[in-house]
């Protein structure tokens, strides 16, 4: 893959304004596809071939960053709170569909936990500050790798100085000790990510 495989309109270089459906779009690697070849060449060519649909665990997630990211405002605007089954065979939650077009429904537990996180966060003077600051959050970059077209998103870029780059992960209920961070961050590769992160804003 090269970079002409890049669409023109999203070539090379920073897009602070790009839509999550243009992204994912994009035919080029990226970390979340990469971090798959550590388990076989063969799993990494079927997720190209066969990504993994939309679920729960991902809506979650992005609900999870938009409200740190973009405050209570913002959230409300994009999610609702469904305290019914969600079963599009009943009339009932037909219904409920119809009175929150566009946005993402989510259970009670999830969508009140993105919010109680998002409390939570923003109530640390310097994660407030980093939130709260000029800045930019979701923002791509299209770049090339020995001429293999590659792509990133970023929770948040802050242009301070060299810039900042402020990247959301959670891990289930309970504290973390800094041995429990290590093994988060070994388990679920994190280092690379950082290192792809980096990589691809000073190209």
């Not at 270089?13 to 388990?39: C, F, Q, R």
């Not at 305290?83 to 537990?109: A, H, S």
């Amino acid at each position: 893959m090269t970079a002409s495989a890049i669409k023109p309109y999203l070539a090379v270089g920073y897009h602070p304004t790009m839509p999550w459906s243009d992204y994912v779009s994009m035919k080029a690697l990226n970390n979340s596809t990469l971090k798959h070849i550590e388990a076989s060449p063969f799993e990494y060519k079927h997720r190209l071939q066969f990504p993994p649909p939309d679920n729960d665990v991902f809506r979650a997630g992005r609900a999870y960053h938009t409200a740190i990211l973009e405050g209570e405002g913002h959230f409300h605007a994009l999610y609702a709170r469904c305290e019914m089954r969600r079963d599009k065979r009943t009339e009932k939650y037909q219904e409920f569909m119809r009175q929150n077009p566009g946005k993402t429904i989510l259970p009670v537990d999830q969508f009140d936990g993105a919010l109680q996180a998002a409390k939570v966060i923003r109530q640390r003077p310097m994660v407030r500050q980093l939130l709260e600051c000029t800045g930019f959050n979701e923002v791509s970059y299209s770049f090339e790798i020995e001429g293999r077209a590659c792509k990133m998103r970023i929770d948040r870029e802050i242009p301070d100085n060299d810039g900042i780059i402020v990247e959301v992960k959670t891990k289930g209920r309970g504290g973390l000790t800094a041995a429990d961070c290590a093994r988060h961050i070994a388990e679920y590769s994190y280092h690379r990510a950082a290192a792809w992160h980096l990589d691809g804003v000073y190209r």
